[in-house]
């Protein structure tokens, strides 16, 4: 979404500085603190912003997909990541290098007008993820997991482990396995060996919560 709201010259311009390459399962993008090199905008596949604590557990504090990119942090004068970032959901990115983004930025100005307006949704999201994991119910918050996973891919299936669902998430793989069994028995997903298909998308979006629909109208 950032980069289709761009004018056409600046879309140009980042085309032509950007590398695409692939987002693997499990790879981190960025660790908590690591300096930026690269603005990462995602064409398809799920990225995790992770809150990770000393014990070891974890939690998905948001995350984004093709509509927008990681590294907001640099239009407020930070060059530091603030989370572990995490591919969820594999897919494929455009990589632009932080001196060909300040260009573009200070020649351009849509680039920073849209930039911002995405920095000011995913912030809306992040407050909206917070309320819905304290107060929704685990099969609640599992269902608008995917549902934003879905929009976020090419078709009706994508690459996710229960394992993945449940960091995210916050939740025992337990009770992530036991949800994804109850969606299957009732023919709302497909799932095996890490690749889930969505094959009641009404249905699912009925197991959701109120907080799927407010978020992507947000996102999409």
Known sequence: ???????????????????????????????????????????????SLMAVMQDGRSVEKTSIGLEGFLGFVLLMG???????????????????????????LETYPCVRQAMLRYAKLLI???????????????????????????????????????????????????????ICSRLQVAGIIAYSRASLAVVDRAALESRSCECYKRISRLLL
Not at 84 to 100: E, L
Not at 148 to 177: M, N
Request: hydrophobic share 45%.
């Open 124 to 178: 809306t999201q992040t407050m909206e993820t917070v309320a819905c994991n304290s107060l929704h119910m685990a099969e609640q918050r599992v269902s608008r997991w995917l549902l934003h996973a879905h929009d976020r891919v090419v078709g009706d299936k994508f690459q996710i482990t229960q394992q993945s669902v449940s960091e995210a998430l916050g939740l025992r793989r337990a009770t992530v396995s036991e």
């Open 78 to 104: 930070g060059g530091n990541a603030i989370s572990r970032s995490v591919v969820q959901v594999p897919g494929y990115a455009s990589w632009i290098a932080i001196p060909d983004l300040d260009q573009a």
């Open 1 to 47: 979404m950032v980069i289709r709201a761009l004018r056409l010259d600046a879309r140009r311009f980042l085309a032509e500085r950007s590398i695409t390459r692939e987002m693997r399962a499990g790879e981190i993008i960025y660790e908590d603190g690591a300096p930026f090199t690269h603005a990462v905008f995602p064409h398809e596949g799920v990225l």
